[in-house]
C-alpha cells in the first residue's frame, strides 16, 4: 500500500515535469524568456518566504543574495575565465558566507531594526557594484558569457530553459520536502510564538540561522541563473526595487504557503507584460492591480483559495506516506 | 510542618534550591525552594501573584534568577537555555496557551514530537530518506494517538486558531505527552476547561506517575481540581513559600486560608 503510494507520487511528478519540459515547444523566444524569468522569481521568493512567510524573519535580504548570485557568477566567469557550471557551484559557499552574516545580525535585532539593517546592506552592496571600477564594471554593468558544455552551446532563451528546469527543480524540491517537516512546523512555531517552539525543545537560534541560510543559498543560486537569463547584469537590478518585488510574491502567495508563491510569482512576473498595452499608465495599473487584489484577498492568492475552492484544501506541515 | 506523603524524596529527582527572581525592584520570587520526588504529583497553590507561573518561568529558564540553583536527576540544570531544558524531558505549559495558531491540531501535537526527532538530520528530511520516513510516520500516529487519548481526534485537522480555549489546552496537553516528559509543568490546566473535560484530564493526569513514569508539578485556581489530582501541596504567597504539605493538612491549614481569603 505504502509502496502503491509512493510510486503514484513520482508517476505525478514525472508527468508534470515532462509537461514542464514541453513548454519550449510552443514559446517563441519572448515568450520563452518570461517563463525563464518566472523560473527565477520563484527560486529567490521561495527563499523569502522560508524567511519572511515560515520563520516570520523581517529581513529583505534575497535582493541582495540574488545580486551576490549574479555577481559571483558574472564576475568569476569574465574575470577568473571559470565556466559558468563552476561558477554556479561557487554561489554556494559565496552566497553561504553572506547568509551567515546576516543570520549573526538578524539574531540580535527585533523586526523593523532588521528590516532597515537588511535593505541597508542590499543598498550597500549595490553601492558596492557601481563604484568597483574595473572589478564590478561599475553603473554600466557588463555581458555574461554564454554558458557552454562539450561544444554544446546555452545560446538561446529555449535552451536555457533546461539549465533552469533542472536546478529549480531539484532546489525547488529540497526546500519543499525541507518544510514539509519538523523543520517547517519548527519555523512557523518561532514564527507564531516562539516561547513555545523554545518550551518544544526547538533551537530557536539554530533554526532562524538555517533560514538565512536557506534564503541565502536559495538566492544566490536564483542570481547565478538569472544573469544567465538576462545576458547582462547592471547594479540598479539588485536595489530597492528588487526588494518590494520579492516582497509582493511572498505576500501576494500568502505567507507560509507554496501553491500561492507559485501562482504570485507568475502573476507578479507577468503583471508588467499584460499591462503593457496601456502604455504610459503601465506602472498606474500595475500598483492599481495589485492594490486590488491585497483588497480582496487579505491573507493572499492561498487564502482566496482556500476560502472559494470547492473541496478543503490546505498545505500540510507533515510527511504523509 | 506534617511530612510529604507518598513521595520517595531520598533520590531528589527535582531540586529547586533557593530561588530569587526580581523585574526590576519588585522581588516576584524570594529564595522558594521545592522538592519534588519521582513519579510525584505537586500542586503550587497561591492567590493572584503569587509567584506561581513566575516559578515555572524560572525552571524552564524563560526569566534569568538572581540566586539559586535548580537540580534535576543529580544535575545541576541552572544554567541551560530553555530549549535544552525541554530537551532533557522538563515539558511546561503556558497559561495563556501556548498553541501555534497557523498550524492544525495535529501539527501542533507534532511539535512535541520534535524532542525525539532530534537524530533526524537536514539530509534525511530533504531526501526523505528511511530515518525521516520512519520518525516523521511514528509522530504522526503518536500525536493521532495523544489527540484521541485527550478526546480531540475530530479536530485533528482543523487549524489551532479555531479551536475554544478549552480544545487549546487539551492541545497543549496532547503536545506535552507526546513528547514523552519527564517532568511535566502545567500551567492552570484546568481553566477553561467543561466539567467533562476536567473530569478527563484529571484522569489522564492521575494515570501519569504510574503509567509512564512522569512526575508533574500543577498550578490552578480550580482548589478542588488541586485537591483531587495532587498528594502534595506548595503554597506561595507574595513570592515566598507559605507551607507545605499534604493536600489534607493544606486544606485546613489557617495560614493557608487567610493568605485565600483574608484574616476575618
Known sequence: ?321 | METLKRADRSNKFFHVDEVTVKFGGITALKRVSIEVGKNEIRGLIGPNGAGKTTLFNAITRFIPLVSGNIFYQGQDITPLKPHEIARMGIIRTFQKRGIVDSLTALENVMTGFHRLMEDVHLWDIGLRLKKFREAEEEGYHRALEALEAVGLHGVADQGADVLSFGQQTLVEIARALVSKPKLLLLDEPAAGLSATEREHVMEILKALPSKQGVSLIITDHIIDFVMEVCENLTVLNFGEKLEEGSASYIRNHPDVLDAYFGRG
Open chain 1, 1 to 321: 500500500m505504502k509502496r502503491e503510494n509512493m510510486a503514484k507520487k513520482s508517476v505525478k511528478w514525472l508527468i508534470l515535469l515532462a509537461i514542464l519540459g514541453c513548454i519550449p515547444l510552443i514559446t517563441n523566444s519572448y515568450h520563452q524568456y518570461l517563463v525563464n524569468l518566472i523560473f527565477v522569481n520563484f527560486l529567490v521568493s521561495l527563499g523569502l518566504a522560508v524567511l519572511l512567510g515560515y520563520c516570520g524573519q523581517f529581513a529583505f535580504a534575497s535582493a541582495a543574495f540574488l545580486g551576490i548570485g549574479a555577481y559571483t557568477v558574472g564576475l568569476s566567469m569574465v574575470h577568473l575565465k571559470l565556466s559558468y557550471w563552476l561558477g554556479l557551484f561557487l554561489v554556494v559557499p559565496v552566497s553561504l558566507l553572506f547568509a551567515l552574516m546576516a543570520g549573526i545580525i538578524g539574531l540580535r535585532l527585533s523586526r523593523y531594526y532588521l528590516a532597515i539593517t537588511t535593505i541597508a546592506f542590499t543598498l550597500a552592496m549595490r553601492f558596492f557594484y557601481v563604484n568597483g571600477g574595473g572589478l564590478t564594471f561599475g553603473p554600466s554593468g557588463f555581458n555574461i558569457p554564454v554558458p557552454k558544455i562539450w561544444g554544446f552551446s546555452f545560446n538561446s532563451d529555449h535552451r536555457l530553459y533546461y539549465i533552469l528546469l533542472v536546478v529549480v527543480t531539484i532546489l525547488s524540491a529540497l526546500t519543499i520536502n525541507i518544510l514539509r517537516s519538523k523543520v517547517g512546523r519548527a519555523f512557523i512555531a518561532i514564527r507564531d510564538k516562539e516561547e513555545a517552539a523554545a518550551a518544544a525543545s526547538i533551537n530557536v537560534k539554530n533554526y532562524k540561522m538555517l533560514a538565512f541560510i536557506m534564503c541565502g543559498v536559495l538566492g544566490g543560486v536564483a542570481g547565478g541563473l538569472y544573469s544567465v537569463v538576462v545576458g547582462r547584469i547592471t547594479p540598479d537590478e539588485f536595489g530597492m526595487m528588487q526588494i518590494i518585488f520579492h516582497f509582493m510574491i511572498v505576500v501576494l502567495g500568502g505567507l507560509g504557503s507554496i501553491t500561492g508563491l507559485m501562482i504570485s510569482t507568475i502573476v507578479i512576473t507577468l503583471l508588467p507584460e499584460l499591462v503593457r498595452a496601456v502604455k504610459e499608465f503601465q506602472e498606474i495599473v500595475y500598483g492599481g492591480v495589485i492594490i486590488i487584489i491585497i483588497l480582496f484577498a487579505p491573507s493572499g492568492l492561498y487564502g482566496l483559495i482556500q476560502k472559494y475552492s470547492p473541496f478543503k484544501f490546505r498545505e500540510k506541515l507533515q510527511w504523509k506516506p
